[in-house]
Nanobody, 124 residues
Framework: QVQLVESGGGLVQAGGSLRLSCAAS????????MGWFRQAPGKEREFVAA????????TYEDSVKGRFTISKDNAKNTLYLQMNSLKPDDTAVYYC?????????????????WGQGTQVTVSS
């Protein structure tokens, strides 16, 4: 049974920073790629960032490139998303997810396990 628990969301002013964490259960965290997605009210869940199994390869959605950084600590079974220069358009519920294998994935159906989400609100 894989469980993912996000934390670190909150309310921040535009231009501010937040660091999201995702704690994963299980001993195989290091074998899988991980990703962050977000969903704003009335919109579909969208890709934000993903990282390969060993952290060596990353990919980002265009609107967050240069502002967000994804990382994972396999020893701590934890995934991170450092978010800088936040904008009101970044307001959403943020979800971490585990892929079905070690390769980077960018679409919702390619992720097998999901956390419950953490709210990020950016005020203008």
């Amino acid at each position: 049974q894989v469980q993912l628990v996000e934390s670190g969301g909150g309310l921040v002013q535009a231009g501010g920073s937040l660091r999201l964490s995702c704690a994963a259960s299980g001993r195989t965290f290091g074998n899988y790629a991980m990703g962050w997605f977000r969903q704003a009210p009335g919109k579909e869940r969208e890709f934000v960032a993903a990282i390969g199994w060993n952290g060596g390869v990353t990919t980002y959605e265009d609107s967050v490139k240069g502002r967000f950084t994804i990382s994972k600590d396999n020893a701590k079974n934890t995934l991170y998303l450092q978010m800088n220069s936040l904008k009101p358009d970044d307001t959403a519920v943020y979800y971490c997810a585990r892929a079905g294998d070690k390769y980077i994935r960018r679409t919702v159906p390619e992720y097998a396990y999901w956390g419950q989400g953490t709210q990020v609100t950016v005020s203008s």
